[in-house]
């Protein structure tokens, strides 16, 4: 991994808002009929059920729609995409390198879904978003993805731009609880 990692915009942790550290990503598109096909070149059964996420080691991918995927690991070198890439081979599909272009919060604790649910107008409980559901959705005015990772733990990836906002209002809603 490179040592010349991009400077986090977020201000610090509180008991239930943290950054999380570097992470690779990459949006993989493909039509249905080489889903099966590129998962099994990538080491993972892409999820082919809305909303849900698949983890194989290292390796995460959070459905974003019929055809599209998020790829997360923590734990990769600067030439991962082309690797990912390399392992492909002639499967029909997109991979882009957004490493650069997210970042990512955890939201934790007892009163996770009450500081999500301040800005976001979906039902966080857990029959409504049970564990390993992602979505990309709306917080406030941010586009956000947002993935249950636990009961009471929330993964959120927002756009560098947008990092400061989301953080600032979580920030408001958690001493608002």
Do not use: N
């Amino acid at each position: 991994m490179s040592e010349h990692l991009p400077a986090s915009p977020f201000s610090g942790s509180s008991r239930a808002v943290q950054p999380l550290g570097h992470f690779s990503r990459a949006v993989l598109r493909c039509p249905a009929a080489m889903v099966d096909i590129v998962g099994k070149r990538l080491g993972i059964t892409l999820p082919q059920t809305a909303c849900r996420s698949a983890i194989e080691g290292k390796l995460a991918a959070l459905w974003l729609g019929p055809d599209e995927w998020l790829l997360l690991t923590d734990d990769a070198s600067d030439d991962w995409v082309p690797e990912l890439q390399a392992r492909l081979g002639d499967a029909l599909c997109a991979l882009v390198d957004v490493s650069h272009r997210q970042v990512a919060l955890a939201v934790r604790g007892p009163e996770a879904e009450t500081i999500l649910a301040s800005g976001c107008a979906l039902d966080l409980s857990l029959a409504g978003f049970p564990e390993g559901m992602c979505t990309r959705t709306m917080y406030d005015k941010a586009e956000i993805v947002l993935w249950r990772l636990a009961p009471d733990a929330f993964h959120i990836e927002v756009w560098r731009s947008f990092a400061r906002y989301v953080e600032e209002l979580l920030r408001v809603a958690e001493h608002e609880v």
